[in-house]
């Protein structure tokens, strides 16, 4: 490997990437042809982008015909705490682990964007960086480029960080030297396969978006599908599953970056207490964070979705008082839970506000009846 790549390497090291490999940019590969069968099969769900871009996405040259070098930079966000003790705490809610501080993206971005322009500088090359906002798929560009494998689970495992790494890509003109690829090393575990609350793979290395709940309560503007809600349990914000019990995570660093140590309000926050945002108390407690993203009211649906499958009937007031809520999404949900918790205050609260309910959705929440059994059945 010559100089130029080992002090590229160097470099992305000081910027504090955990990470990093190369991998020819212009080289044929099937992860097109993969992501094409994905989206004919409709898997995708309600993410259009995914559909519009697939031409884009099809291969790297596609978002760049110049590119003939890629540089994957990974940060490894492995944490210290076990990722599935709060599902048992059914009080509170459980978030992925990578919204647990500030957006990955800003972070990854900003370092990202730093060694391109020092590369940029010292070779005269052209570049563009990718941070998963823009049509590159950076999971097979890591697996060609040798930082680990697509599991089982359709993420990259690596044999450093297990399932944890955030990955971007920085792609230049620039013919630098390849690593060698990955070699898969699954074998034959199934262990994220079988934990999947939903079973959301419908084969190894295949998944059925429509049914992961982290596309379910992060992507879905809609109401949660009533096959899923229990399956959901108190999941609020992604789910971490199958990631959680890789095998590779004994092998993983226990070193973390600074910036991705958990916030103690999002390690397990009360739902009681997120139930009761309203959307400039949920803007500044998710300040920075990927969870602004999807916007208070998505939000609130999923933390009243888990207070449904709580059991904890004292939560049956706030399900309550969430039924005069402005966002028929939130109301929807609140009807569930409530008929979860309470079938009698169910039917009090029904009787009362159904005739006066304007949206057709939380109409037929109500409709289905205590625990989305319809009535009379």
């Known amino acids: 490997m010559s100089s130029r790549e080992t002090l590229l390497k160097e470099r992305a090291c000081a910027l504090g990437f955990s990470t990093v490999r190369i991998a020819r940019a212009d080289a044929p590969w099937a992860a097109g042809d993969r992501l094409y069968d994905f989206v004919a099969a ?11 871009t697939v031409e884009r996405r099809r291969h790297p040259t596609a978002m760049w015909p110049a590119a003939k070098s890629a540089v994957v930079v990974g ?84 044999r450093d960080f ?62 949660i599908p009533r096959e899923f809600r229990r399956a959901m349990g108190n999941r609020i914000y992604g789910c971490d599953d199958c990631l959680a019990v890789c ?32 959307d400039a108390g949920f803007r500044e407690v998710f300040a920075g964070s990927p969870i602004k993203r999807i916007g208070r009211d998505r939000f609130v649906r999923n933390v009243m979705i888990a207070i449904g499958n709580s059991g904890e009937t004292r939560l049956a007031d706030m399900c309550i008082q969430r039924l005069d809520d402005a966002s028929p999404l939130v109301r929807g949900a609140s009807v569930w839970a409530l008929g979860s918790l309470s079938p009698l205050a169910f039917e009090v609260e029904r009787e009362r506000r159904r005739p006066a309910e304007t949206d057709s959705g939380v109409c037929e929440e109500w409709d289905a009846g205590p625990q989305g059994q319809p009535i009379g059945e």
């Not at 095998?247 to 997120?274: G, I, M, Q, V, Y």
């Open 42 to 52: 409709g898997w995708h769900g309600s993410m259009g982008w995914m559909a519009e």
């Open 75 to 158: 940060l490894n966000y492995g944490p210290k705490h076990d990722p599935l003790a709060s599902v048992e705490r059914r009080d509170r809610g459980t978030v992925s682990v990578y919204a647990q501080n500030t957006d990955y993206h800003d972070l990854l971005k900003r370092r990202l964007r730093q060694l391109a322009s020092d590369f940029a500088r010292t070779t005269g090359q052209d570049v563009k960086i990718f941070v998963d906002t823009a049509p590159l798929m950076e999971k097979p560009l890591a697996q060609r480029a040798g930082l680990g494998w697509q599991g089982k689970h359709t993420n990259l495992v690596s």
């Open 162 to 223: 297990g399932s944890w790494l955030f990955l971007g890509v920085m792609l230049t003109e620039a013919e630098l030297e390849p690593d060698p690829p990955s070699e898969d090393s699954c074998g034959s575990c199934r262990a994220c396969l079988d934990i999947c609350p939903t079973r959301a793979f419908p084969a190894p290395y295949q998944l059925d978006a429509r049914r992961c709940l982290s596309y379910l309560t992060i992507e879905l503007k809609d109401q």
């Open 247 to 278: 095998p590779w995570n004994k092998f993983a660093s226990t070193a973390r970056d600074a910036a991705f140590h958990p916030r103690p309000e999002l390690t397990a926050p009360l739902l009681a207490d997120l139930a009761q945002l309203e």
